[in-house]
């Protein structure tokens, strides 16, 4: 692969993770406004679900697979697990906590998924090679972090003039407030934490869907339909107020076309040209810069603090993460250096006993 060819992933993901991170500060933004959080997710699954199947419609129209049953419960799974459920948690948790703090929960994602992949068998640990003790040691940090993230706070290190009052955890004395703020925050640990898991569970069920029904434009076009069903269902189950779902001013309607045509849309596309191209490992690499661009936002944007239990939590979440893929990716690249020098001692092998072959033809000519 040339230089041009490398550079390409890699400002795929950039891009990808500089969408979902702006998608976050304007949904956090419209969230403190009221906005429910299923109405948001249906119609940005509605919206991505039109955009995707019109480009579908274009690029994949004549190369799709058939689209069987099996299929089709593995892409209702994948909806309900990866798109209404998982953005119901994680706007949840966005709600009670901030931006910078939900971004670094997802950061759990790849380590959740590995531990996952060990329970199903899709994943091989050797606990004697220094890769299987590194995938266990990044495991192992990522969960400390995110326990630190979820327990402790510490102290703010803004200066709490320049934060909004939208919780007034630091703005005032009453202990009532205070207590509040701490419960929201623990709520928001909870809700965030399932929201990895089933995020997680979507990569292995995503796994499946790419072996079985490769064209990801038709796939995600599909799956946001399905998830917009899903949620709009949910919606009128949990609360069937008519009036939550008219969007009324300019930053509403924005922030939920930008969410469906960009976030729910193109960069679920780009996330998995990534992983065809480069593999699960890359493209899991690139998360924790959602939380770094996120984190340039907040002040700009949103004027929230940031905490030293975030602070402290996020580097063991990152550290952890980085470490867990280093060894995962050194595992691969030692596995196609074993596969190499097997190919190597196979050919050696064909051209010795194509050697003994020609040697004992000469050694034993045929009588006339």
């Known amino acids: 692969m040339n230089c041009h060819g490398q550079l390409r992933p890699v400002a795929a993901m950039i891009a990808v993770n500089l969408g979902l991170a702006v998608v976050n500060v304007l949904i956090k933004q419209i969230l403190n406004r009221g906005v429910n959080h299923l109405v948001i997710i249906t119609y940005r699954l509605s919206i991505a679900a039109v955009f995707i199947s019109a480009i579908a419609f274009f690029l994949e129209r004549k190369s799709r697979p058939k689209l069987t049953f099996q299929i089709l419960c593995y892409l209702f799974s994948s909806a309900l697990l990866g798109a209404t459920i998982t953005q119901y948690f994680f706007l949840t948790g966005l709600k009670y906590t901030s931006a910078t703090f939900s971004c670094a929960f997802i950061n759990l994602v790849p380590a959740i998924t590995f531990i996952l992949s060990l329970v199903f068998r899709q994943e091989k640990v050797n606990i004697r090679s220094e890769c299987g003790r590194a995938k266990v040691l990044g495991t192992l940090i990522c969960i400390g972090g995110a326990l630190l993230l979820g327990l402790y706070r510490g102290m703010p290190l803004t200066n709490p003039s320049h934060s909004e009052p939208e919780i007034p955890r630091t703005s005032h004395p009453m202990t009532s407030i205070s207590s509040n703020s701490t419960k929201n925050w623990a709520i928001g640990s909870v809700v965030l934490t399932a929201a990895s898991l089933t995020w997680s569970s979507w990569f292995l069920i995503q796994d499946k869907i790419s072996k079985k029904y ?56 780009l996330m998995s040209w990534c992983v065809k191209q480069r593999g699960p490992v890359f493209t899991a690499a690139f998360t924790p810069f959602v939380q770094i661009f996120v984190a340039m936002f907040d002040f700009s944007v949103l004027h929230e603090q940031i905490h030293l ?32 020098q097997v190919a190597e001692q196979d050919l050696e092998c064909n051209m010795a006993s194509q050697i003994v072959l020609v040697t004992g033809d000469s050694l034993n000519p045929s009588s006339e």
């Open 214 to 269: 490769p064209c990801h434009y038709f796939s995600i076009a599909i799956m946001s339909f399905f998830s917009a069903i899903q949620a709009a269902t949910l919606s009128s189950i949990l609360d069937r107020d008519i009036s939550k779902w008219i969007l009324k001013g300019k930053l509403e309607i924005s922030t939920v076309l930008y969410a469906g045509m960009v976030a729910s849309g193109l960069c679920y596309v």
């Open 309 to 340: 239990g975030s602070v402290l939590g996020s580097i063991l979440v990152i550290s952890g993460l980085y470490i867990l893929l280093w060894g995962k990716s050194k595992e691969e690249k030692d596995c196609v250096i074993k596969q190499s």
